[in-house]
Nanobody, 126 residues
């Protein structure tokens, strides 16, 4: 499974960005797709996850109400992260990740995700 993330950039506080993650390869092994982020000097943290069926989503408290994870209805192998009302503390490198048997209680644990894409940098200026 290969993941390709894109869509990062520089935006002012209060602005929006949409990240994309294209999945290819043995996609039949993927049941969960997620986004994590890592700011300079900090550990990688969970942002949001969606089940491959699209019927369940999970969010970190810090992004609830501002970020939306979704799966493209036409191209099933693309997952988006719509980020609205961005704040300077959202500045980080964002990574998409995929996994198979991840139970809900472990959904925010990066070690449960088997596949990772390269990061895409998001910078929010104040």
């Amino acid at each position: 499974v290969q993941l390709q993330a894109s869509g990062g950039g520089l935006v002012q506080a209060g602005g929006s960005l949409r990240l994309s993650c294209a999945v290819s390869g043995r996609t039949f092994t993927v049941y969960t797709m997620g986004w994590f982020r890592q700011a300079p000097g900090k550990v990688r943290e969970f942002v949001a996850t969606i089940r491959w069926s699209g019927d369940r989503t999970y969010y970190a408290d810090s992004v609830k109400g501002r970020f939306t994870i979704s799966r493209d209805s036409a191209n099933k192998n693309t997952v988006y992260l719509q980020m609205n009302n961005l704040k300077p503390e959202d500045t980080a490198v964002y990574f998409c990740a995929a996994g198979s048997g991840i139970i809900a209680s472990s959904i925010s644990s990066a070690t449960r995700y088997e596949y990772w894409g390269q990061g895409t940098k998001v910078t929010v200026s104040s």
